[in-house]
């Protein structure tokens, strides 16, 4: 099947037309440039952490940032690091930090890892049984918690100015879906290409360029740009509630074209509405009595989980 | 025809008599989305309108990663 712009043989077919390799990384490319545009997710005077994990989603945004910054003539080297998390997943990690560490000594961006073990005293694999028998939680429970503490905690250290990460559209619909299905609005409200809602100084931005990239065309940008990515998924993640959501929207799109599109853009026309509702709430950020990091509680999630193990 | 298909998701390689001429009869056959898979064939990605042959040997690439 021929390209729609050109002769030669597409690689993908979307909703608009049927595109070959040449047309689809400038499509993509194009989409993300875009996205961080529109959203104003990059100021040329910001320090920028991308947070990484090695598979296709943070190679591709690493890529493309770097790229976003030499084509506005931004000092790559005064203003990009990389920041990974080692949750201690066993015949999983090690082999995508493998690939993430030969590829940001390729590119040239300084990177470092931060590991549960370290940080933390246990791995995912340790903690997680632990945790579970006293407190019923999911190992996708356990590691977003802990992993979003290490990012914010890790990138103030590295003194940046926001975190950028590798959520697509299929991650974001997937988010938006799991949080109707269980009418949390409070969580629903912090999504969006610029996640959070309050600006608090012990929360670093977190920002999505990948926004609007599918996640099937960023596996596709991956493989066509040769990134070497080994297959590798989580042993956890068939256990999570999100799995689930994936196979559906999964499902749909391919029986309905353009859905995981339509949520999200349905989604953006109301975050606004979220957004303020969540803004007139009383605001309760403090700082964790045991770490000093934000928290809506005395205590913070990432440090109740360390109790609970300590008192198991 | 026959067509060789190894799937990098379940890490297998297998051999089938298919009765389709599309890829996207295959992945129907094989009972899987086209949504979470890509499809080489000599190096270079099709699409789910291309037209197979007997004995294509072919890689299904998974979409979904990570955690």
Sequence with gaps: MPCSKCQYQAVISLQHGNLCKNHFIGYFEDKVFKTINKYQLIDR??????????????LTVLYLTKKYLEKNSISVSNNLVALAVDEGINNYREHTLVDLKKFCTEHKVPLTIVSFQEELGKTLDQAYPIINKDTNKRPCNVCGVWRRYLLNKHAKKLGV???I???NLDDEAQAIIMNIFKANTTLAARLGPISGVHEHDLFIQRVKPLYFCAEKEVRLYALLKNFQIKFSECPYSKEGYRHHIQEMLND??????GTKQGIVNSFLATLPLLQNHEKQAPQAIQQCSKCQEASNKDICNACAMKETIQNA | MYIEV????????????FAGTKVKDLLNQLKLNPEAFLVVRNHEVITEEETLGDNDYLELLSVISGG
């Design chain 1, 45 to 58: 005077n910001e320090k920028l952490c991308v947070a990484v994990s090695g598979g296709k989603d943070s």
């Design chain 1, 252 to 257: 749909f799109e391919h029986k309905y074209k």
């Design chain 2, 6 to 17: 190894f799937n990098e998701r379940e890490q297998t390689t297998i051999k089938i008599e």
């Design chain 1, 161 to 163: 100015d926001k975190v």
């Design chain 1, 165 to 167: 990460t590798g959520h």
